[in-house]
C-alpha cells in the first residue's frame, strides 16, 4: 500500500465542517493506503497556547478521531513530539529551505499579522517542520484542504533541494490529496464553517443544541412569512440538505419551498435529524473513550513506536547522505 501523511494541529473540539471536509475522507482513506495521522504538537506551540489544556487536548483529538471512525489497527496515530526523527529532520532540511519561499507563504503572513507581539522563527520555519513530518515517511500523498497546498509544494521544492544539494533521489516529492468532502459553510451562510467564527455544530452536541443552532441558521432572506415563497438555490440550509439528506428529502424540501408549502422551520427539522444521526454516534463513542484515558494513551504511544521505526529507518539514511555515518 502506498503511504499517506496527514497531521491536526490539537486546538480544541472538533466541528461538522472538520468532519465532512477532513476525517470522513481519512477514514475511507485508511482502507487504500498506508496510513499515518499525526496530532501535531509542536506546531501548536508556534503560538501562544495554554500549557494545562494541551494534554486534555491531544487526547481529545484522539478520542474525537478514534470515535469518527480511525480504527488503530489499520491508520497509525500518534504525537508529533513523541518522534524525534521530525525535528532532527528539519534541523536538515532548513539547511536547504531557501528564505525566499518561505516568506512567501500566506498562512505565515496571516499568523503574523494576528500575532503581531509574537512573530517567533518557529512561526517562520513551521513549513519546513511540516516538510520533515511528510518526508521522514517519505508519504507520497498528504490530504490536506485548500489551504495547505502552499505547505505541500514547499515540501517538494524543500525535497527537491534536498536531493540536488545531495546528488540523490532519495526523498520523493509528495503529492496533496485534496479532500472529496465538501466544503461546508457555517450556519450563517457567510463563511466557511469555522470555531473562530462560530457558525459551527460540534461533534459533541445533542440533537437539541443542534436544532437550536439550527433554529438561528440563515435561509433565503427574502423568505420572511412562512406563506412567501423561496429560493432553495440561494439558501445555504438547502445546499447543507445536498450533503446530509436523501434525494427524496431534498425534493421536498426544495419544491415545499418555492411553492411556500413548507415552512423553513420544517426543511431545518429533516436536516436536524440526519446531521444528528452522524453526530450522535460519533459523540456517544467518544464519551464512551474519555471514561479511558490509558486505552488512548496506548494507542498514541504504540503509534509513535511503529512510526520512530519507519522515521529511524529513513534518518539512517540520511545521516549516511549527509556523511554522519562514523
Ligand atoms: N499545517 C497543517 C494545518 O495547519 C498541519 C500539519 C502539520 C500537516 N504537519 C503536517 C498537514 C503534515 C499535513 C502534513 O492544517
Known amino acids: 500500500m502506498k503511504r499517506l501523511f496527514s497531521g491536526a494541529q490539537p486546538t480544541g473540539t472538533l466541528h461538522l465542517g472538520n468532519y465532512i471536509g477532513a476525517i470522513k475522507n481519512w477514514v475511507e482513506l485508511q482502507n487504500k493506503y498506508d496510513c499515518i495521522f499525526s496530532i501535531v504538537d509542536l506546531h501548536a506551540i508556534t503560538i501562544e ?3 494545562k489544556s494541551m494534554r486534555e487536548k491531544i487526547l481529545d483529538l484522539a478520542k474525537t478521531y478514534i470515535a469518527c471512525g480511525i480504527e488503530p489497527d489499520k491508520a497509525k496515530l500518534f504525537i508529533q513530539s513523541q518522534v524525534k526523527q521530525h525535528t532532527e529532520l528539519m534541523w536538515i532540511l532548513s539547511t536547504v529551505t531557501p528564505l525566499g519561499e518561505l516568506n512567501r507563504m500566506t498562512q505565515f503572513k496571516d499568523k503574523a499579522k494576528q500575532h503581531s507581539h509574537n512573530i517567533n522563527l518557529g512561526l517562520y520555519s513551521y513549513p519546513v517542520l511540516q516538510a520533515a513530518d511528510i518526508l521522514v515517511y517519505k508519504a507520497e500523498f498528504v490530504p490536506v484542504g485548500e489551504d495547505q497546498i502552499q505547505h505541500i509544494e514547499i515540501t517538494r521544492e524543500i525535497a527537491r533541494k534536498f536531493n540536488f544539494r545531495f546528488n540523490t ?77 436523501s434525494e427524496e428529502e431534498q425534493n421536498k424540501c426544495s419544491d415545499g419551498c418555492k411553492t411556500a408549502q413548507i415552512g423553513c422551520v420544517d426543511c431545518k427539522k429533516i436536516l436536524c435529524a440526519n446531521i444528528n444521526k452522524i453526530i450522535e454516534p460519533i459523540r456517544l463513542k467518544k464519551q464512551e473513550l474519555d471514561k479511558d484515558n490509558d486505552y488512548i494513551i496506548d494507542i498514541l504511544k504504540n503509534g509513535a513506536v511503529k512510526c520512530s521505526n519507519i522515521a529511524e529507518e529513513t534518518m539512517i539514511g540520511v545521516r549516511d547522505i549527509l556523511g554522519f555515518n562514523i
Not at 516529492?173 to 451562510?189: Q, T, V
Not at 470555531?195 to 420572511?224: H, Q, V, W, Y
Open 49 to 51: 497556547y495554554n500549557q
Open 169 to 245: 533521489d532519495y526523498l520523493p516529492e509528495p503529492k496533496e490529496l485534496l479532500s472529496k468532502g465538501a466544503r461546508l459553510m457555517g450556519l450563517d451562510g457567510d463563511s466557511k464553517m469555522s470555531k473562530s467564527k462560530n457558525n459551527f455544530i460540534g461533534l459533541d452536541e445533542d440533537e437539541k443544541s443542534i436544532m437550536n443552532k439550527l433554529r438561528g441558521a440563515k435561509t433565503d432572506p427574502a423568505r420572511i412569512k412562512r406563506t412567501d415563497s423561496g429560493n432553495p438555490k440561494i439558501c445555504n440550509m438547502f445546499a447543507w440538505h445536498k450533503i446530509f439528506s
